[in-house]
Structures are given as C-alpha cells and as structure tokens.
C-alpha cells in the first residue's frame, strides 16, 4: 500500500481569504487523491498563535494538523522545516515589501494546475480562489462541473467539505430565531480597508424597501460608525452583537482582547447574510461573495453594487489571468533559491 500525500492548506489574512483558499486545497486534493490538511496556526485570530480552523468547523475531508509529517519531500522547497510557520511569517522573512500583494501567495504554494507532483507534502495559501487553475483536471465524477461557473463549484466545495462547527451553527440559529419570520434584507458594508460605496448601497436599500415594505434589514459591517447611521435612517435594523474597534481600522485584532472573538463574529455575519431571502452587497468584498457561496440566495434577489460586476465572467476571468501571467515571472525573484533560504 502507498504511502499518503498531503496537501496542506496554510490560512493566511482575513476569513474570505482563507476559505477561499482552504475550498481550493479541497478541490485539489479531489482531483489528487492527496489527503487533506488545514492549518490557521497563527496571531490573527488567536491570542496564543494555535491553530484555530477545527474551533470553527468540523471537516468532512480533512484530516488534523497533528497528521503534519515531518518530512524534507516538500513543495515548495522554502516550507521545508518549516511547516508550522505561518504565511506571514515567511512572508515577512522571503518577500516583506509584497507582503500585501494579491498574488504573493502563488510564490509560496505548490502549482495546482499539476496533479503529478512527487512529494509527500505539497503546501498552499492563497487570497483568492484556484478553481480555474484546476479546470484542465475535471473529468470522470467531476466531468459535469466543466460547465459550472466558479460560484457554482464553491458552493458544491463547501458544501461537500466544510462544515461550520455545531456550537456556533446553534448560536447563529438561536439568532435567526429570535428575529421572527419576517423576510430580511442582508446588507453588508465593509468600511474599514477596502470601503464599499455606502452611499449606491443605500440607495439600493431604498428601492428595495419599496418592493419589500415587510422586510427587515440585517446589517453585517465591520465598522461601529456604519451600524449607528444604518440605525438613524431605517427604523428596524437587526445586526448580530459584535465588538467594534475603537480605532476604526481593519478590523482591529491587535486591540480585540479576544482574537478569535473576530472570527466567530465574522462567521455568524456571514451565514446571517447567506441566509437572507434578498441581498445588498458588493462582491469584491470576500464575505459579500461568500454569502453567496455559503447560502442559496437565487440570483434575481441579489442586488451587486461591484463595479464592472455586468462584465461576462469570462472577460473578467480574461483580464485576471493576463495580469497574474504578467507578474508571475517577476514576482518568482522574490524567493530567491533553496541555497539562498533566509533564517527564520
């Protein structure tokens, strides 16, 4: 009997960015036959730098971080005694002026358009999803998915592969609940980094009201500031009981006395909204997008205030692929080689 591979998915940045990046890793290890590993061992959402992924869901494919092999046939070669660093640890030691950039990620992790690598252990992260990357590799039980879009294979992968974990399914149920039977509005505004256009989305708001005199608004934002203004112009606003930064600024971890308080809160938002009948979001924001993919929202309910969101998939698919072939070559200089590999 052969001995297992893996592909380990490392999270790295915010929840968007890491469920994007861990339905990647699943799918890959599908189309493999690697074992899946999953592992957000850092500070972004922990105060003790543990890894914080089997608090929030139970994995239908994946195994434990504590299945980590320890072995030197790894890929990429700069993870090599080093499988328990975090992302933005080698980030900061291999690339720290790129650290930001939405493609750094591709340096650091394994190929996935290839499912013929020979080492054991092939390790990943990524900001966005890899999906067509590894649309070559769809055949046999996977045959059909050649004719779905991105959305639609995401919702299958997370379907299939994650689920969120049983005490906080409870506590977002028990919300629900409580908010009666009245159809909701999700809108969500995210202000604190990458800011949305609150003033299209209100006017959204306003129309959709009109349509929809019974329904509830459920806000889901990352700033205090939106929330207290969403309660001054509409009456009946709803929103989850969540802490805000006093700073204002991306999300605030560093001042959160309880990181992983920023993740849970994130998560019941999102799966608030992903069960909303009508939606209000711009979905180059992750957590916009992921209401999509973690619920079922039909697309006539979904109200997309991203610019250029008209633009055919395709095209969009198109433009992305241009610019990431464009940087690939220069952003491999980063890294340097094995023989050049910075202390850690």
């Not at 052969?2 to 861990?22: E, T, W």
């Not at 639609?152 to 629900?176: G, Q």
């Not at 973690?294 to 992305?320: E, K, M, N």
Request: glycine share 6%; net charge positive.
């Amino acid at each position: 009997m052969a001995a297992p591979k893996y592909v380990l998915v490392k999270g790295n940045a915010g929840l968007g960015n890491r469920l994007y990046a861990a339905l990647s890793g699943a799918l890959y290890a599908r189309l493999s036959g690697r074992r899946l590993l999953i592992d957000w061992t850092d500070w972004t959402y922990s105060n003790d730098g543990s890894n914080v992924f089997t608090r929030f869901f139970v994995s239908r494919s994946a195994g434990a971080d504590d299945e980590i092999p320890d072995t030197d046939s790894v890929n990429p070669w700069m993870w090599r005694g080093h499988l328990r660093t975090s992302p933005f640890d080698m980030l900061m030691a291999h690339a720290p002026a790129v650290r930001h950039d939405p493609l750094a990620g591709l340096v650091f992790s394994f190929n996935p358009s290839r499912l013929d690598h020979d080492e054991e252990l092939l390790v990943m992260w990524s900001y966005n999803p890899l999906i067509n990357r590894m649309r070559r590799h769809f055949r046999g039980a996977l045959a059909a998915w050649q004719h779905l879009d991105d959305l639609a294979i995401l919702r299958h992968l997370m379907h299939d592969a994650l689920e969120l974990h049983p005490s906080l399914a409870t506590r977002i149920a028990d919300i629900s609940r409580n908010w009666g039977d009245a159809p909701r509005i999700g809108v969500h505004v995210r202000q604190t980094d990458k800011r949305t256009n609150l003033r299209l989305i209100k006017d959204r708001v306003a129309a959709c009201q009109k349509r929809l005199p019974e329904a509830r608004i459920f806000l889901a934002t990352d700033s205090g500031q939106v929330e207290e203004e969403f309660r001054r112009d509409y009456p009946d606003v709803l929103t989850a009981p969540k802490w805000y930064p006093p700073s204002g600024t991306l999300h605030g971890r560093e001042e959160c006395p309880d990181r992983s308080l920023n993740l849970a809160e994130a998560l019941i938002d999102l799966y608030l909204l992903a069960g909303c009948a009508h939606l209000i979001i711009d979905s180059s924001s992750s957590l916009g997008h992921l209401a999509l993919v973690v619920g079922s929202t039909p697309p006539r309910t979904v109200i997309d205030v991203r610019s250029g969101h008209r633009l055919p998939p395709w095209l969009r698919q198109v433009a992305w692929d241009t610019y990431s072939f464009t940087r690939w070559g220069i952003r491999r200089r980063w890294i340097g080689t094995p023989q050049h590999q910075p202390r850690l």
